[in-house]
């Protein structure tokens, strides 16, 4: 159940959504589209699901030109950030609903519904009322219902965006457990990279409406096509032109490597288990650089040390597009 995104274009008066959009989604995979708010990610999902017209290119889902179908012609699942549940039906009748309304048996609608509760371990609150359950049970009940008509494809927009911290990272595991025993088609919009790099088989990020970057978490995370990419996707900093993520940088004190850059330690700060050391540079550089507790004390540095920088040999870097002013510090010039 594979979709082809080809050449998708989409326009909201003269603002421009989407611009000539192409992705394969593969088929049974658990895929992110991530990016920041306002990006294209929901338009894109929109269409996919039919509940948007593109204004130009197609939209293949499993081999069959979708492009001018309804959505109820689409076999598609769909759950929203605010799931909109039917407040005086039972969670089992709430599940049930797709089914009943295709006028399935009543014995098969039974063992379809118990299953799916199961599934998504609501079994023991079946009977209840949505407003009798918590948010992330709101939002299994949702899955589940969206599932109960087994469709080719499930599209899930921040459907846990609502929620707080904690219970959205346990759906996520629980997303993708689900997943590995579903294996439905699965295309989620979110703009947390964490959950993205946690969750996802394949990531394609989109930034004001057009595709940076398509691959697996490790393909983006260790090799980002763009600023953009490595941006989106973890802390960095700048060191002289390049980009690099700050536990890639290694501080030394003795005798310096060809291309290590000269500073001072200018701060030290500890951030839960990591000690972030920022490293002032002669040119007055701002160097944040992220160390293990214990390679800070092997390191046996303080604020005003002499220090040398290098980036650790493969570590993804990127050129920075405009080389932006160095973050103001006092210079450092002649004080080695
Ligand atoms: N029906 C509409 N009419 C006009 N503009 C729209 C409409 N729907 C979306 N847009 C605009 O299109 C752009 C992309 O919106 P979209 O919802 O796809 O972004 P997104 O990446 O999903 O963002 P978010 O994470 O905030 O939901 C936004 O600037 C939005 O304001």
New binding site residues.
């Given amino acids: 159940m594979s979709i082809e995104i080809a050449n998708v274009g989409?326009r909201?008066?003269g603002?421009v959504?989407?611009d000539d959009v192409s992705v394969s989604i593969p088929a049974g995979q658990l895929t992110a589209?991530l990016?920041?708010?306002?990006?294209?990610?929901?338009?894109?999902?929109?269409i996919i699901a039919g509940l948007?017209r593109a204004d130009t290119g197609r939209v293949e889902i499993d081999g069959v030109d979708a492009t001018g179908l309804p959505p109820q012609k689409r076999n598609v699942g769909f759950v929203f950030q605010h799931y909109a549940a039917f407040k005086h039906l039972s969670v089992r009748r709430n599940v049930a609903f797709g089914l009943e309304i295709r006028k399935r048996g009543r014995d098969e609608i039974r063992r379809r519904v118990d299953e799916l509760l199961a599934l998504v371990h609501l079994e023991q609150f079946a009977d209840r009322l949505p407003s009798q359950l918590s948010g992330g049970q709101r939002q299994r009940m949702a899955l589940a219902r969206a599932l109960a008509v087994e469709p080719t494809v499930l599209l899930l927009?921040?459907p846990f965006g609502a929620l707080d911290a904690k219970v959205r990272k346990e759906l996520r595991d629980w997303l993708r457990r689900l997943h590995d025993e579903v294996h439905v088609t699965t295309v989620f919009?979110?703009?947390d990279q964490e959950e993205a790099l946690e969750v996802a088989d394949e990531i394609v990020v989109?930034n004001e409406?057009r595709v940076e970057q398509i691959g697996s978490p490790d393909q983006l995370y260790d090799a980002p096509a763009n600023e953009f990419v490595m941006r989106f996707l973890g802390p960095v900093t700048q060191l002289g032109d390049q980009l690099v993520r700050p536990h890639d940088l290694q501080i030394r004190t003795g005798a310096a490597a060809p291309a290590a850059v000269a500073g001072r330690v200018s701060r030290v700060t500890r951030v839960g288990f990591e000690i972030r050391v920022d490293v002032t540079t002669e040119p007055g550089q701002v160097v944040a650089v992220t160390l293990t507790r214990n390679e800070f004390l092997a390191l046996g540095v303080d604020t005003g040390a002499a220090v040398w920088l290098t980036i650790a040999p493969g570590s993804p870097t990127t050129t920075a597009a405009a080389s932006r002013p160095v973050t103001a510090a006092p210079s450092l010039a002649g004080s080695r």
């Fill in positions: 989409k909201f008066g603002f959504a989407l589209l990016g920041p708010s306002g990006g294209g990610k929901s338009t894109l999902l929109r948007e927009d921040e919009v979110t703009h989109i409406g």
